[in-house]
Every structure is written in structure tokens, then in C-alpha cells.
Nanobody, 114 residues
Framework: QVQLQESGGGFVQAGGSLRLSCQAS????????MDWYRQTPGKQRELVSH???????TYVNSVRGRFTISRDNAKNTVYLQMNSLKPDDTGVYYC????????WGQGTQVTVSS
């Protein structure tokens, strides 16, 4: 079964940066596209970024130009570098293996103060 462990969240002031990590197990990571989602207060969980097996990345409009998704297949890990953080980025961030049913992980909390 796919298991994902998110880490790297924290408390930062607006304009700051964080780097999230997600380590995967139980899957052939090299063959999986990966997603980062976030659950922000009062809103539905949304897809923030997607990266294909080959490293092609896409982003939701609200984070494009500020966030960068990347992957290290040797470490079975996907990252989300978040720069120029805004209070609206506050939420719990989750990673997912695209197209594979599996439980949501615990996520990692990101809190951005104004």
C-alpha cells in the first residue's frame, strides 16, 4: 500500500519561505506522477501542484511563480519549495500519488502570519 509522509511545514511571516518534503513508500515512485494539495480554512481541498514522472510541473494560478515542485527519484521524495508566502497560503499540505487510490497522509501544517 502507498504510504506518504509529509514534513517541512511551520510558522513563517508573510514573504518568507518553506520547503515541504514528501517521502513515498509502497509504490514504484519513478513511475508515479505526484501531487501537492492543500486544505485551507473554510475552503475545499485544492490541488496546488502536479509533477509528472518526467518532471513536468503544473501549478494552480494562485501559486504560480512562487512555488516550485520537484522530485528526487533516488530518494522517493517530492518537494514543494514555497517562496513569497502569503497568509492565504495557510493550511495543511498533503502529497498524493496521482491515479493511485490510497489514504490521505497526516499532512504538514503551514501557517503564514501577516
Amino acid at each position: 500500500q502507498v504510504q506518504l509522509q509529509e514534513s517541512g511545514g511551520g510558522f513563517v511571516q508573510a514573504g518568507g519561505s518553506l520547503r515541504l518534503s514528501c517521502q513515498a513508500s509502497g509504490t514504484d515512485f519513478n513511475k508515479n506522477s505526484m501531487d501537492w494539495y492543500r486544505q485551507t480554512p473554510g475552503k475545499q481541498r485544492e490541488l496546488v501542484s502536479h509533477i509528472t514522472e518526467g518532471g513536468t510541473a503544473t501549478y494552480v494560478n494562485s501559486v504560480r511563480g512562487r512555488f516550485t515542485i520537484s522530485r528526487d527519484n533516488a530518494k522517493n521524495t517530492v518537494y514543494l519549495q514555497m517562496n513569497s508566502l502569503k497568509p492565504d497560503d495557510t493550511g495543511v499540505y498533503y502529497c498524493r500519488a496521482f491515479g493511485i487510490p490510497h489514504p490521505w497522509g497526516q499532512g504538514t501544517q503551514v501557517t503564514v502570519s501577516s
